[in-house]
């Protein structure tokens, strides 16, 4: 089995840090996802348990979750390697999209999460799925804060660009401050966590390199 690729999420409390890992064996690419630590296990699991809520959720809109195999000896998470263009990526080339949300609160439904295979769209990632009601409105601002895309536009695009979403700029905050609470939750409350140092740089207007 050859690995062709491996990301750790290392900046997250102990049970929630995972490896995702690309192979391939007799031309066939998997995507794997376990945890780095013993106690993480049970997040693994809920990983798989998400799929099961969700595998039927989306199909009337055409809108396929990504299958994923519990491992039960490795306690890990076995994927089949989806070949497709991000919905990020698309966005990135075409200005700006919009992103509906669903009943079960999954707010990992991003651009980056999101595979467009000719009709078909995959939810690839369905880490971060909660049993209670989170405000759509937050799932599509979440989806906005986390594409560079967006950060790219002038301050008339990304009223916009919210307003696809019903957000107007006002809220913007209340969301914001929501998913900064969500990466203290992820990472734990007082640790040192990377990710949320360059969250407090995030709502200042950034301009490509290239165009200087």
């Given at each position: 089995?050859?690995?062709?690729?491996?990301?750790?999420?290392?900046?997250?409390?102990?049970?929630f840090q995972i490896m995702t890992?690309?192979?391939?064996?007799?031309?066939?690419?998997?995507?794997?996802?376990?945890?780095?630590?013993?106690?993480?296990?049970?997040?693994?699991r809920h990983m798989y348990e998400?799929?099961?809520?969700?595998?039927?959720?989306?199909?009337?809109?055409?809108?396929?979750?990504?299958?994923?195999?519990?491992?039960?000896?490795?306690?890990?998470?076995?994927?089949?390697?989806?070949?497709?263009?991000?919905?990020?990526?698309?966005?990135?080339?075409?200005?700006?999209?919009?992103?509906?949300?669903?009943?079960?609160?999954?707010?990992?439904?991003?651009?980056?999460?999101?595979?467009?295979?000719?009709?078909?769209?995959?939810?690839?990632?369905?880490?971060?799925?909660?049993?209670?009601?989170?405000?759509?409105?937050?799932?599509?601002?979440?989806?906005?804060?986390?594409?560079?895309?967006?950060?790219?536009?002038?301050?008339?695009?990304?009223?916009?660009?919210?307003?696809?979403?019903?957000?107007?700029?006002?809220?913007?905050?209340?969301?914001?401050?929501?998913?900064?609470?969500?990466?203290?939750?992820?990472?734990?409350?007082?640790?040192?966590?990377?990710?949320?140092?360059?969250?407090?740089?995030l709502h200042r207007h950034n301009?490509?390199?290239?165009?200087?």
């Amino acid at each position: 089995r050859k690995v062709l690729y491996t990301k750790f999420s290392r900046e997250r409390r102990n049970e929630f840090q995972i490896m995702t890992r690309i192979t391939e064996e007799d031309g066939i690419r998997r995507v794997w996802k376990l945890s780095l630590q013993k106690e993480g296990e049970l997040h693994i699991r809920h990983m798989y348990e998400n799929y099961r809520k969700l595998e039927h959720l989306y199909a009337y809109a055409g809108v396929q979750i990504c299958p994923c195999e519990l491992d039960e000896e490795k306690c890990a998470l076995a994927f089949p390697f989806v070949e497709g263009e991000s919905l990020e990526t698309r966005i990135s080339r075409h200005g700006k999209e919009g992103l509906a949300a669903a009943e079960i609160s999954n707010i990992d439904m991003i651009p980056g999460n999101l595979l467009l295979d000719g009709e078909k769209v995959w939810v690839a990632d369905y880490e971060w799925v909660f049993p209670f009601a989170v405000p759509i409105a937050f799932i599509y601002a979440r989806s906005v804060f986390l594409q560079e895309a967006a950060s790219a536009l002038t301050k008339e695009e990304q009223e916009e660009l919210y307003a696809i979403g019903g957000i107007s700029m006002e809220e913007i905050p209340v969301y914001y401050h929501m998913e900064e609470c969500f990466q203290e939750f992820a990472a734990g409350k007082g640790e040192p966590n990377a990710l949320a140092t360059f969250y407090g740089k995030l709502h200042r207007h950034n301009y490509p390199i290239s165009i200087w």
